[in-house]
């Protein structure tokens, strides 16, 4: 079974630009996660769908982070414009996600973005 | 909001010794505890979780266990050996929304 796929694995841009991360969940998988993690700290969460629908996005920026997982699966995480701070690694993941129940989350290998 | 504190933030251990990682929370509504490993340059991996109906969970040289009363929580890894060494993260989660929050993590190191 393929895993989380996210390209690219490393962005560095300078401040003010934007960037856009790309993920690809494990196949059949409605849950999607995108968080973010901080060198030296524990993943937070951005933002997590249910398919196409947003679930929680109550920690995004949302004056500079978007998120969209248009048809339900790919998912695409944009940020416009970057700032010093959004320096850090980005992390996907997926997981079955029964209603009411916990599933493991399985992750990618994350984009490492670092802002100039 | 839900936090969750970890403890140590490194540790280092003699292959084949016992190695314990503590983390506390602060959401008494948190029902499901997962730990993840993270080896460098790759995403997190579920090695074991427990809800909060169980209050310990082994599986092999690893296991988790769970005060509700006070809120924690520790994962317990026996003979260690140099390929356990990573980061560990602990993390807390509520209302099966799936959505989960995680500790600081505790960078193992396992001395051969």
């Known amino acids: 079974e393929a895993g989380v796929a996210q390209s690219p694995r490393y962005k560095i841009i300078e401040k003010r630009q934007s960037v856009a991360f790309w993920c690809n969940p494990i196949s059949g998988h409605a849950t999607l996660y995108w968080y973010q993690q901080i060198l030296g700290q524990g993943p937070k969460l951005l933002i997590q769908f249910q398919n196409n629908g947003v679930v929680d996005d109550s920690q995004l920026p949302k004056d500079r982070f978007s998120a969209e997982r248009l048809k339900g699966v790919d998912s695409t995480l944009k940020i416009q414009p970057a700032k010093l701070e959004d320096s850090a690694v980005y992390l996907c993941?997926?997981?079955?996600?029964?209603?009411?129940?916990?599933?493991?989350?399985?992750f990618g290998p994350g984009t490492r973005l670092t802002v100039l | 909001g839900e936090n969750v504190e970890q403890h140590p933030s490194t540790l280092s251990v003699q292959e084949g010794d016992s190695a314990v990682i503590k983390c506390t929370y602060s959401d008494s509504a948190s029902n499901y505890f997962p730990w993840y490993k993270q080896e460098l340059g790759k995403g997190p991996q579920l090695i074991i979780d427990?809800?909060?109906?169980?209050g310990e969970k082994k599986d092999q040289r690893i296991a988790v266990t769970l005060n509700k009363t006070a809120k924690h929580f520790s994962l317990h890894i026996t003979e260690t050996q140099p390929e356990d060494s990573a980061v560990y993260f602990c993390?807390?989660?509520?209302?099966?929304?799936?959505?989960?929050?995680f500790g600081k993590g505790t960078k193992l190191s396992v001395k051969p």
């Open positions: 993941a997926s997981s079955f996600r029964l209603a009411g129940a916990y599933n493991e989350q399985f």
């Open positions: 993390a807390a989660g509520s209302g099966g929304q799936g959505n989960l929050i």
């Open positions: 427990i809800r909060s109906n169980v």
